[in-house]
């Protein structure tokens, strides 16, 4: 136990899980959050943990796939992100999407009842003074500009950027459900969902064409002061898409697979546009794969040729940001403490992980390691065969240093994925009991993938359970 505190700086998902995890091993925290003063280009509410862009986690079939994995290890590490997420979950298919407001509303409540945890409604300009001897700078892709000056003048180094965008919503009621139907790709059930999760509207080839067409004309938000700024692959615009191939589109979020038209079964759609549930009420629906840079007025023109949106409503329209990350192989240490100021540590989006998850497991880190450390124990790093150690690895050490610039070295944000993971050993990969005929192909990579999942899992158990900050410290 220890009276001194923790300072947490930014009170989104990694902000709000680092102070959780701090607290629930006896630590005290001292929260930092500057929304309820200052806004921000893409906050709405003053509450915790708010989700801007998208409503999912995604995937969350933790055996084969890696943020499903991820989602598992927080679960273990008694993640209030994913405490909250799966308490105001909403059908998604295979993946756990969550009612933003019910969600935020939850971690906002939970942090302010915490014993431990004092959130103190302030803008943080510079830079936390000396005496805060263990803070963490969880402030995220949005950091107001006096706070990265400051970040960019202590680390030396140019801000890496990115654009980052959003996807519109939809009143439910204004879709005509003539048109559109509920049905999830090859009707997979996920959790709380009963494989009719998404509502499809169907194109044929003419109306994708023109489609495409009105997408490539349509006026766009031009950010000359941003130029050279690049896109984040997992979150591209759909026009920028578009620009890519004309086929591009039905390739990916508006790939038809798996789906047959309700009204029309003998009828295979051309390409489909997909909505997923955006609240528990289920009146809010936002159009999966479709964030844009579209100005305002173009978006209802261009969105409203799509069959079954002609008469919609929109309860928000798509709009585009600029993202601030560190250059964090060179940065931060393993341990996620800025190597220039030992006791400062940086976590979620702006140490250069990508997604809402991955966010959240790096303040989960940052948080544990903090604690640790205040309670006058060296910090334990995660395998890196867990999810947990994948990711650390992909921010703080997992990139090719240039021949020809010494130092500097090929990274850019990431989402979890298996790529990140150490290779099986030999032998590792097992035919499931009772097999028979060949074992290659499609079969044999779901059983690697059961192979890294497995190993992933029994190894945060152990890191967990032996040597991270435990729960039962603080009692």
């Known amino acids: 136990m220890t009276d001194t505190p923790i300072h947490i700086v930014g009170g989104g998902l990694a902000g709000s899980e680092a102070a959780w995890q701090a607290a629930e091993v006896g630590v005290p925290v001292v929260l930092h959050e500057m929304r309820g003063l200052r806004g921000t280009d893409a906050h709405k509410t003053d509450h915790l943990a708010e989700l801007v862009c998208s409503n999912s986690f995604r995937s969350d079939d933790a055996e084969l796939n890696a943020v499903g994995l991820l989602h598992a290890e927080m679960r273990l590490a008694g993640s209030l992100i994913m405490a909250c997420g799966d308490a105001h979950q909403v059908p998604a298919g295979s993946a756990l999407a969550v009612d933003r407001d019910g969600f935020a509303q939850a971690v906002t409540a939970k942090i302010d009842a915490h014993p431990l945890i004092t959130v103190v409604r302030e803008e943080i300009t510079g830079l936390p003074p000396a005496e805060w001897d263990q803070a963490i700078i969880a402030t995220g892709p949005l950091t107001a500009p006096a706070l990265a000056e400051a970040i960019a003048a202590e680390t030396g180094q140019d801000a890496l950027a990115f654009f980052d965008a959003i996807a519109p919503i939809v009143h439910t009621d204004t879709i005509d459900m003539d048109v559109a139907w509920f049905q999830s790709r090859y009707d997979k059930v996920g959790p709380g969902g009963t494989g009719k999760d998404y509502i499809n509207c169907p194109m044929d080839e003419a ?23 690049p896109y984040f692959d997992g979150c591209l615009p759909i026009e920028v898409m578009a620009a890519r191939g004309r086929e591009t589109l039905r390739h990916g979020p508006m790939k ?22 955006d609240n528990a009420l289920g009146t809010l629906y936002n159009m999966v794969g479709f964030q844009t840079k579209l100005r305002y007025g173009a978006q209802g023109d261009v969105f409203r040729m799509i069959p079954g949106l002609e008469k919609a409503e929109f309860a928000r329209l798509g709009g585009i940001h600029r993202n601030t990350y560190l250059n964090s192989p060179i940065l931060l240490g393993h341990d996620l403490t800025l190597k220039s100021r030992p006791g400062l540590r940086f976590a979620g989006q702006i140490t250069g992980c990508e997604g809402y998850v991955e966010s959240a497991a790096i303040g989960l880190l940052a948080g544990r390691f903090a604690a640790a450390e205040r309670l006058g124990r060296q910090p334990d790093l995660p395998p890196q065969t ?63 993938k059961r192979a890294m999942t497995g190993r992933a899992i029994s190894d945060a158990e152990s890191w967990l359970g032996a040597g991270s900050v435990q729960v039962e410290a603080a009692e």
Do not use: C
């Not at 490539?216 to 950010?223: I, K, N, Q, S, Y």
């Open 207 to 229: 109306q994708y064409n023109g489609f495409i067409d009105a997408l490539l004309a349509g006026d766009t938000t031009e950010f000359k002061q941003w130029e050279g700024t």
């Open 256 to 277: 038809p697979m798996g789906l047959t038209n309700a009204h029309r079964p003998d009828v295979k759609p051309y390409a489909v546009v997909q909505l997923r549930q």
């Open 386 to 448: 867990t999810a947990f150690g994948s990711l650390l690895g992909h921010i703080t050490d997992g990139h090719l240093v240039s021949d020809d610039e010494p130092g500097k070295r090929s990274f850019q944000p990431m989402n979890i994925n298996f790529g990140l993971f150490p290779p099986l050993e030999p032998g590792a990969i097992k035919k499931p009991e009772g097999w028979q005929g060949r074992f290659r192909g499609k079969d044999k990579a779901m059983a690697k």
